[in-house]
């Protein structure tokens, strides 16, 4: 709803990020009339997004509330017939849909508590129609910014609002709020989801320098306005967040999920989670993804590590320094980009093999610091893999400039790390479900611009 990216929120709660959205719905939610009177009433626009919720038939919905109280839950959608892409933010809060409905939809309160909201002018338009003028104040990584625009939102109380861009400094915006409530009274699962397009020219071109920038700016967007109204909410009505704990190493397999409904979320796209914060500890990123292939293809792939720089951008090289019984040693030379700053990085992983099923490593020299993860591989069936790669990286030993962008903007720490793991296992699921002969050609078309750049072409 709201667009400022990386807004400077000191604490968030632990995040969970899902990629993309699953297209499915928890509740039949609202009424049927209020429904159809929206359809009729609503311009094509606003549609983009009245169809769009999260689980539904066919799903088990333990998953998802399992997950959530994790901490919290962030899904985007590629899959939409109306949008590009859509990113869904939610959270679980203690409190009825109706008490979440009454907080959120307030939008007058909203300079007294939301981070970057210089005014709000709304301007009912019938019963259930609403136009709101915002004014935000914000930053892209470090560089402020200013923006004024107008929504319509389409009201279905007390769980549901969608909403879309009638003018103003966005080109485009659309999405919605969600209020699922919790079977036996167990709290309310909150969901903000949003897609836009800048008007500025300056946003267009960053973005298309830097593609990762724009999912990481809008995961940061939706982390922060899900954390604070969650936050308010719960503030409000005097009551302590629901209480959450996360394993010191978290395990898809040690969770007693439905490996069946999560197969079928993870085959929409790829789940991230980032853990929750704990003082002094890392911050690791999850992400998973079903990969079309038995677990022995999948195992074959993600350890055939010359061929990285194939299909995934940021890799120059990767090379073996030496192997022993279990394990090797693997040396990477990446080409990172952070923000609009390019890194050249230089690195060596100790990795631990416990074929098929788990990989870790730990970093042992490098001019990056604390990186570290495994994969965890789980065979469903004979023809699919459920597959999970966690991460770590210290991105303040990159310099004083991370440093100070981080300082400034906490929340680019957690946004940064999710976008370049979804982006690394989007490529991974696209290689590994290509055909041999594809990948062939890939390897000679990337050892052809390696010889016109007069690079020498390394083999194990």
Same mark, same amino acid.
């Given at each position: 709803?709201?667009?400022?990216?990386?807004?400077?929120?000191?604490? =968030?709660?632990?995040?969970?990020?899902?990629?993309?959205?699953?297209?499915?719905?928890?509740?039949?939610?609202?009424?049927?009339?209020?429904?159809?009177?929206?359809?009729?009433?609503?311009?094509?626009?606003?549609?983009?997004?009245?169809?769009?919720? =999260? =689980?539904?038939?066919?799903?088990?919905?333990?998953?998802?509330?399992?997950?959530?109280?994790?901490?919290?839950?962030?899904?985007?959608?590629?899959?939409?017939?109306?949008?590009?892409?859509?990113?869904?933010?939610?959270?679980?809060?203690?409190?009825?849909?109706?008490?979440?409905?009454?907080?959120?939809?307030?939008?007058?309160?909203?300079?007294?508590?939301?981070?970057?909201?210089?005014?709000?002018?709304?301007?009912?338009?019938?019963?259930?129609?609403?136009? /709101?003028?915002?004014?935000?104040?914000?930053?892209?990584?470090?560089?402020?910014?200013?923006?004024?625009?107008?929504?319509?939102?389409?009201?279905?109380?007390?769980?549901?609002?969608?909403?879309?861009?009638?003018?103003?400094?966005?080109?485009?915006?659309?999405?919605?709020?969600?209020?699922?409530?919790?079977?036996?009274?167990?709290?309310?699962?909150?969901?903000?989801?949003?897609?836009?397009?800048?008007?500025?020219?300056?946003?267009?071109?960053?973005?298309?320098?830097?593609?990762?920038?724009?999912?990481?700016?809008?995961?940061?967007?939706?982390?922060?306005?899900?954390?604070?109204?969650?936050?308010?909410?719960?503030?409000?009505?005097?009551?302590?967040?629901?209480?959450?704990?996360?394993?010191?190493?978290?395990?898809?397999?040690?969770?007693?999920?439905?490996?069946?409904?999560?197969?079928?979320?993870?085959?929409?796209?790829?789940?991230?989670?980032?853990?929750?914060?704990?003082?002094?500890?890392?911050?690791?990123?999850?992400?998973?993804?079903?990969?079309?292939?038995?677990?022995?293809?999948?195992?074959?792939?993600?350890?055939?590590?010359?061929?990285?720089?194939?299909?995934?951008?940021?890799?120059?090289?990767?090379?073996?320094?030496?192997?022993?019984?279990?394990?090797?040693?693997?040396?990477?030379?990446?080409?990172?980009?952070?923000? =609009?700053?390019?890194?050249?990085?230089?690195?060596?992983?100790?990795?631990?093999?416990?074929?098929?099923?788990?990989?870790?490593?730990?970093?042992?020299?490098?001019?990056?610091?604390?990186?570290?993860?495994?994969?965890?591989?789980?065979?469903?069936?004979?023809?699919?893999?459920?597959?999970?790669?966690?991460?770590?990286?210290?991105?303040?030993?990159?310099?004083?400039?991370?440093?100070?962008?981080?300082?400034?903007?906490?929340?680019?720490?957690?946004?940064?790390?999710?976008? /370049?793991?979804?982006?690394?296992?989007?490529?991974?699921?696209?290689?590994?479900?290509?055909?041999?002969?594809?990948?062939?050609?890939?390897?000679?078309?990337?050892?052809?611009?390696?010889?016109?750049?007069?690079?020498?072409?390394?083999?194990?």
């Amino acid at each position: 709803m709201i667009y400022a990216p990386y807004l400077p929120v000191k604490k =968030l709660l632990p995040l969970l990020l899902v990629v993309p959205l699953l297209g499915f719905s928890l509740v039949s939610l609202g009424s049927k009339e209020l429904d159809k009177n929206l359809v009729e009433t609503a311009g094509e626009e606003v549609k983009a997004t009245t169809d769009l919720s =999260l =689980l539904g038939p066919g799903g088990d919905p333990s998953v998802l509330f399992s997950l959530v109280k994790l901490g919290g839950v962030v899904f985007v959608d590629q899959t939409t017939k109306r949008l590009p892409w859509i990113a869904t933010a939610g959270m679980l809060v203690n409190a009825s849909p109706e008490e979440c409905w009454k907080v959120a939809t307030d939008f007058t309160t909203y300079t007294s508590f939301m981070p970057q909201v210089d005014s709000v002018a709304p301007s009912p338009q019938g019963d259930f129609i609403e136009q /709101v003028t915002w004014t935000l104040g914000f930053k892209v990584a470090i560089i402020p910014f200013s923006l004024t625009y107008s929504l319509r939102y389409y009201h279905r109380p007390p769980y549901r609002t969608d909403w879309t861009a009638i003018g103003g400094g966005i080109k485009k915006n659309n999405g919605y709020y969600e209020f699922v409530p919790v079977k036996g009274g167990k709290g309310t699962i909150f969901l903000n989801a949003s897609y836009s397009e800048p008007r500025s020219g300056f946003l267009q071109w960053a973005f298309k320098q830097n593609p990762d920038l724009e999912l990481a700016t809008n995961l940061s967007a939706n982390l922060v306005q899900v954390n604070v109204i969650k936050r308010r909410i719960e503030s409000l009505l005097g009551r302590e967040e629901v209480a959450t704990e996360v394993p010191n190493e978290l395990s898809i397999r040690s969770m007693s999920l439905d490996l069946g409904t999560l197969g079928d979320l993870c085959s929409k796209g790829v789940l991230i989670i980032v853990e929750k914060h704990r003082e002094g500890k890392p911050v690791y990123v999850t992400v998973g993804t079903t990969f079309n292939a038995p677990i022995d293809e999948v195992w074959k792939q993600i350890t055939s590590y010359q061929d990285y720089p194939y299909y995934l951008p940021m890799v120059e090289r990767a090379s073996v320094v030496k192997t022993y019984e279990g394990g090797a040693e693997i040396n990477f030379k990446l080409d990172m980009k952070i923000v =609009l700053f390019d890194y050249m990085l230089d690195y060596n992983l100790d990795h631990r093999f416990d074929k098929p099923h788990r990989i870790t490593w730990t970093e042992t020299e490098g001019n990056i610091k604390g990186v570290a993860g495994s994969w965890e591989l789980v065979p469903l069936g004979s023809d699919k893999t459920l597959g999970f790669y966690r991460s770590t990286s210290d991105y303040r030993s990159l310099g004083w400039l991370v440093r100070y962008m981080l300082k400034q903007e906490p929340t680019f720490d957690d946004s940064i790390q999710a976008s /370049v793991a979804t982006g690394m296992m989007r490529n991974m699921k696209r290689w590994i479900e290509m055909s041999e002969a594809e990948r062939e050609k890939l390897r000679k078309k990337g050892q052809k611009i390696r010889r016109e750049k007069g690079e020498d072409f390394y083999k194990f």
